[in-house]
């Protein structure tokens, strides 16, 4: 990450390490005193109701906020954050091509030759996000789900070791959410470190080694079974979560479905 003087970087166990982290927007705090430690190769379920930070975390991780006090460093090697659907600039005039062959600039460098590898990262991604047929159209002119696919095999293609998904699901389709699942589960698999934010309190439960639940400060953090509890989750949302049967549900989101 980008900080002033010698960054202090996380050893290879540890993805992403956050040491009270403070910070503010529009001179408010978004985030307050976070310290937390992500060990490589976990799945990672981001909840806290809209305005808890969860953006912002991510954004600080990559270096797009600045903390006002404390770090969040990602360890070593390629990061790739896949934005918040609302956030995306929906008149970008490039091709669903280039947004994916965009996932290897970073590696690359603007002026690197694209070579074989480079080529096969971003055809695989095209293929397995099932964008093929629409990867000769313009970004902009796609829907919102389409888009959000095609910045999944964006991010696919960038063959990160960190992964920061900001609502990837929210939007998609049937297939193409199963899709995802179960390119996070590959992800992990290749010993690779996802961290997803959602509004889906059952996948958060099910789906991820580690929850985090974020409420401006850090409200919980560890496996399902310890930071899923009604009692943490209650207080995350704030008393917006209400149990109906076996379901948990977000009340701020049922209405429109779980991002
Ligand atoms: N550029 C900005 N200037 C001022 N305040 C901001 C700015 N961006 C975000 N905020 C505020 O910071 C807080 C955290 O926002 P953030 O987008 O990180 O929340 P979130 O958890 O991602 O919410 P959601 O679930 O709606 O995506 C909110 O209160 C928001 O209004
Ligand atoms: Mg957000």
Redesign the pocket.
Known sequence: MQTAGAALHAPDSLAVVARSLTVE????E??TDLSFELPTGSSVALL????????????AAVGLVQPVSGSIEPGSGPVAFVP?R?ELEPSFPATVRDVVRMGRYGELGWLGRFGERDRALVDGAIEELGIAALAERRFGDLSGGERQRALLAQATAQDARLLLL??PFAGLDAPTNQALRDRIRRWRHEGRTIVV?T?DLQSASRDYDLVIC?N?RLVAIGPPAEACTEEVLGETFAGRVVRVGELLIDTAHHHHGA?
């Open positions: 927007l529009g001179g408010k978004a985030l806290g109701p809209n305005g808890a930070g969860k953006t912002t975390l991510f954004r918040q609302l900001d609502e934010a509004h974020l401006r991002g």
